[in-house]
C-alpha cells in the first residue's frame, strides 16, 4: 500500500495510468477500516459518490482528455461543511441524522476539480472547542502523538491528514480551528483571509470569523486546495471581488529580503520552554534563509482572548437560536411549545454548546450590550489597527500556532479557561481578518509537534505561502 500521497504524485500517478483513481480510493478506504476505529477522524463516509467520481477520472484518463487541478485526489470533509446527500452532523446530536440538500460552494469547486469527496470528519460541537473532545460522537486521537488531543476544533480533518486517510482535507477556522490542530498533528494548515473562500453551505458558528481551509502534507498541496476554492461566490455576500493569485507559482518566488516581524507580545510568560525554543529556531532558519528579522509591537493582543470568545459566543448565540426542534433537525415533544424548545435544546447541545449560548446571549442582552459586545467590537479594530501599522513596516509575521504543545486527552476538559487560552496567538489573525498558516517546526522530545504561525496582511495568501514553503524546504519541520 502507496503511503505519503501528494497532489502532484496523485496526478502523475493517474495521468501515467500507474494507478487508477478508483484503485487509489480502494487504498485510502482501506486504511480508513484499518486506523479509524483508533483514531475516530471519519464519522460519516460516502463511497458510492467517492467511486462515481473516481470513476469519471478514469474515463477521462481512457480518453485522453485533460485532468482538472485535483483529478483524483482523496479529500476529507470537516462535518460543519454541508455534503449534499451525505450526513452533516456539526458533531451534535441536535443534528444527528441532518442530510443537506446541496453542496458547500467549497465542495462543488473542489469536486469540479476533480478532487474524490471520502466522508464527513468528527470535529468539536458546531466547531466550538480546541481538542475535539466536545463531540458527541467520541475524541479524536492524535495519531502524531498517540494519548494527546489533536487539536481542535477542526481535529478530525488533521487526523485523518496525519494518518494518512485522506491527502487533504477541508476544516473551518473561527479562531484557530484550522491552524492549531495543523500544529498539533504536525501538517501544514491554513486559512485565507476573511472572505477569500466562500462560506456558503458552512454551518456558522460565528458568521464575522468562520472560514474554510485546507490541511495537507505539503505546503504546495496546501496552495492548490486554496487555488481551487478561492474566489467570488454569488451565494456569499461576504466573498471577495479581489483577484486570486497562482499560489503555486508564488511558491517559487525567493523570500531572500522579505522583512519578518516578530511581535514581543506572543513571547511573554505562560509559553512552553520547548515550543519556545523551537519556534526561536525556526526564526533563525528564516534568518539563514535571507529574511530580515524585526522586533515589532502589538499593544493590543492581551486583549484578544477576550475579545474574540464575547464576539464569538454573541454569534453563535444567534445562529444557533435556529435549532428550536421545529425546522430542521432533533425534535423532543413536549406539553408546550416552550417546552418543547427546552427539552429539544437540553437534549441536543452539549455542554461546552450550552456555556457559549448563555454567555453569548448575556453579553448581547438589554443592559450588558454595551459595556460588552460594543466594546470588544471596538477592541476588535484596535487589534486589526495592530496589524495594519505592522504590516506597514515588516512583509510577514511570525508566532508560535499554540503555547503550548500537544495536550494528553482530558487533560484540559474540567477546566474551559486553560482550553480558551490554548487559542491565545491565533485568534489576534482571525479578528483581524488576516490570512494565517501553521507550518511544522520541528518536536518536543522527539514526539510532541510545535508549529511556528505566520501571518500576511490582507488578501496576502501568495506571500504568506511562499515563506511557508520556503521554510519547508529548509528543514523547518525538524529545527
Not at 481551509?213 to 478561492?230: I, N, Q, S, T, Y
Not at 448565540?317 to 415533544?333: M, Q, T
Not at 503555547?403 to 476538559?413: D, Q
Request: positive net charge.
Amino acid at each position: 500500500m502507496t503511503t505519503n500521497w501528494t497532489i502532484g504524485g496523485v496526478r502523475e500517478a493517474i495521468a501515467g495510468k500507474k494507478v487508477s483513481a478508483r484503485e487509489l480510493t480502494e487504498e485510502h478506504y482501506k486504511r480508513i477500516g484499518e486506523k479509524n476505529r483508533e483514531v475516530n477522524a471519519f464519522l460519516t463516509l460516502c463511497e458510492e459518490r467517492a467511486y462515481a467520481q473516481a470513476d469519471k477520472i478514469d474515463a477521462a484518463v481512457a480518453k485522453g482528455e485533460k485532468l482538472p487541478e485535483l483529478a483524483g485526489v482523496p479529500i476529507a470533509v470537516k462535518d460543519t461543511i454541508s455534503t449534499r446527500g451525505v450526513r452533516t452532523t456539526c458533531s451534535s446530536k441536535i443534528l444527528e441524522n441532518f442530510v443537506p440538500p446541496y453542496d458547500a460552494t467549497a465542495v462543488s469547486r473542489l469536486e469540479t476539480a476533480g478532487a474524490v469527496i471520502l466522508g464527513k470528519t468528527n470535529c468539536d460541537e458546531f466547531a466550538m472547542g480546541s481538542s475535539t473532545e466536545n463531540s458527541a460522537y467520541g475524541v479524536t486521537q492524535n495519531p502524531a502523538a498517540p494519548g494527546c488531543v489533536p487539536g481542535g476544533s477542526s481535529g478530525g480533518s488533521a487526523a485523518a491528514v496525519a494518518a494518512e486517510m485522506a491527502v487533504a482535507s477541508l476544516g473551518t477556522d473561527t479562531g484557530g480551528s484550522i491552524r492549531q490542530p495543523g500544529a498539533f498533528c504536525g501538517i501544514p494548515a491554513m486559512m485565507g483571509s476573511y472572505g477569500r473562500v466562500s462560506r456558503y453551505g458552512l454551518i456558522a458558528f460565528a458568521s464575522s470569523l468562520d472560514r474554510i481551509g485546507p490541511f495537507a502534507r505539503k505546503v504546495e498541496d496546501v496552495a492548490a486546495v486554496l487555488k481551487v476554492m478561492a474566489g467570488r461566490d454569488p451565494n456569499d455576500s461576504t466573498s471577495t471581488t479581489a483577484p486570486v493569485e497562482d499560489y503555486s507559482s508564488e511558491l517559487k518566488k525567493p523570500v531572500k529580503g522579505m522583512r519578518i516581524g516578530i511581535p514581543r507580545e506572543y513571547f511573554g510568560q505562560g509559553m512552553d520552554a520547548g515550543v519556545r525554543a523551537k519556534i526561536e529556531a525556526g526564526i533563525d532558519l528564516l534568518g539563514k534563509l535571507g529574511c530580515e528579522t524585526r522586533e515589532i509591537r502589538m499593544p493590543h493582543t492581551d486583549y484578544a482572548i477576550a475579545t474574540y470568545y464575547i464576539i464569538a459566543t454573541a454569534e453563535a448565540s444567534s445562529n444557533l437560536a435556529r435549532y428550536d426542534g421545529v425546522r430542521y433537525g432533533l425534535r423532543v415533544e413536549n406539553d408546550t411549545l416552550v417546552s418543547t424548545y427546552r427539552k429539544t435544546r437540553g437534549a441536543g447541545f452539549g455542554a461546552e454548546v450550552k456555556r457559549r449560548i448563555v454567555l453569548g446571549t448575556y453579553v448581547l442582552s438589554a443592559g450588558y450590550y454595551d459595556a460588552y459586545y460594543l466594546k470588544g467590537q471596538k477592541v476588535r479594530a484596535l487589534i486589526a489597527q495592530d496589524f495594519r501599522e505592522a504590516f506597514q513596516k515588516v512583509d510577514a509575521i511570525v508566532t508560535p500556532t499554540s503555547p503550548v504543545p500537544p495536550f494528553k486527552l482530558g487533560e484540559r476538559t474540567n477546566d474551559p479557561l486553560q482550553m480558551y487560552l490554548a487559542d491565545i496567538y491565533t485568534v489576534t489573525g482571525s479578528l483581524a481578518g488576516l490570512p494565517g498558516i501553521s507550518v511544522p517546526c520541528g518536536k518536543i522530545a522527539g514526539k510532541l509537534p510545535v508549529g511556528l504561525q505566520i501571518f500576511g496582511p490582507a488578501f496576502g495568501e501568495a506571500q504568506v505561502l511562499r515563506l511557508a514553503h520556503a521554510f519547508e524546504l529548509a528543514g523547518g519541520a525538524t529545527v
